[in-house]
Nanobody, 115 residues
């Protein structure tokens, strides 16, 4: 059984920063992808960023230059450093793990950007 546990969400003012963390536990093979998605009310869940086990990254255009994803393969942990946050970044952020064709999700953590 694979579990993802997220932490680090909260309330921040525009222009501020937050760092999200996600730890994966359980049994899964190597060669996987970890990342973050987000969903705001009335909108579909969207990709924010992911990083492969080899270190390749991909970002949504809306967060490029502001967010940085990183991981520690030995600890099965992924982080999302979010800088220059905007009100439109407000959403529930979900950690995601892709192993071959299997998708695993965290419970979500709320990020609210507001003055």
């Amino acid at each position: 059984q694979v579990q993802l546990v997220e932490s680090g969400g909260g309330l921040v003012q525009p222009g501020g920063s937050l760092r999200l963390s996600c730890v994966a536990s359980g049994s899964f093979v190597s060669g996987y992808r970890m990342g973050w998605y987000r969903q705001s009310p009335g909108k579909q869940r969207e990709l924010v960023a992911y990083v492969t086990s080899g270190g390749s990254t991909n970002y949504a255009d809306s967060v490029k230059g502001r967010f940085t994803i990183s991981r520690d393969n030995a600890k099965n942990t992924v982080w999302l450093q979010m800088n220059s946050l905007r009100p439109e970044d407000t959403a529930v952020y979900y950690c995601h793990l892709l192993v071959v064709i299997n998708n695993y999700w965290g419970q979500g953590t709320q990020v609210t950007v507001s003055s």
